[in-house]
């Protein structure tokens, strides 16, 4: 079955570690997000991409790095510069189109929770 | 700045008990607005997207709305399998997202 597969579910991060949460997808979607949800707030985006070898800050980037070599695969990092890391994290696919100005339907992965030690 | 709101926050309904989410929002120029479902743990599911006002969208239960300024979302006689969180989002030049309204159905 097509989908987004994103690993792990549970991921603990230590004081001054960086993390990285893994994406793959096998929609042959061109362009793939990654959003953060906290309780009470709506879905925020961090980092997306439209294309392989390119990418794009979202609302909340800072703290966070992202890299985009092959089509399926767009992992995120969670760098000790993201002071408050605590959240769900939500990967994201659309067929085309960026999500800024394309009005498409999201193709979401089953999330990872990630928590400070 | 573009803000979409949800409400009421929580919804708890008897097994039958027929009911209406709302979602308002103020963007500059609408270009969608999307109707997700998320189960506790898991990713949010397209329902629906709806471009224009007066605009109807229907599936099972669930049947989505749109005016100028604001989407419904009416569940009608909802049975415990649509517990859920329903997400709104509006796309204008981005996508915004709702916080939500947790839906919990009695049997």
């Known amino acids: 079955d097509g989908g987004i597969t994103q690993s792990p579910k549970y991921l603990f991060r230590k004081e001054g570690q960086n993390v990285t949460l893994s994406c793959e997808q096998n929609l042959n979607h061109d362009a793939m997000y990654w959003y953060r949800q906290d309780p009470g707030q709506g879905l925020r985006l961090i980092y997306y991409s439209q294309i392989v070898n390119d990418f794009q800050k979202g609302d909340i980037a800072e703290g966070y790095s992202v890299s985009r070599e092959k089509k399926e695969s767009f992992p995120l990092t969670v760098t000790s510069a993201q002071k408050n890391p605590t959240a769900f994290y939500l990967c994201?696919?659309?067929?085309?189109?960026?999500?800024?100005?394309?009005?498409?339907?999201?193709?979401f992965g089953s999330g990872t929770q990630l928590s400070v030690l | 700045e573009d803000q979409v709101t949800q409400s009421p926050e929580a919804l708890r309904l008897q097994e039958g008990e027929s009911s209406s989410l709302n979602c308002s929002y103020t963007?500059?120029?609408?270009?969608?607005l999307f109707w997700y479902r998320q189960d506790p743990g898991k990713g949010p599911e397209f329902l629906f997207t709806?471009?224009?006002a007066g605009e109807e969208k229907e599936k099972e239960r669930l049947k989505a709305t749109l005016t100028k300024k604001e989407s419904f979302l009416h569940i009608t006689a909802p049975k415990p399998e649509d517990s859920a969180t329903y997400l709104c989002?509006?796309?204008?030049?981005?996508?915004?997202f709702g916080a939500g309204t947790t839906v919990t159905v009695r049997a």
């Open positions: 989002a509006v796309q204008d030049n981005k996508l915004s």
């Open positions: 963007v500059s120029g609408l270009r969608g």
């Open positions: 994201a696919s659309s067929i085309d189109g960026h999500g800024r100005g394309t009005n498409e339907k999201l193709f």
């Open positions: 709806l471009y224009s």
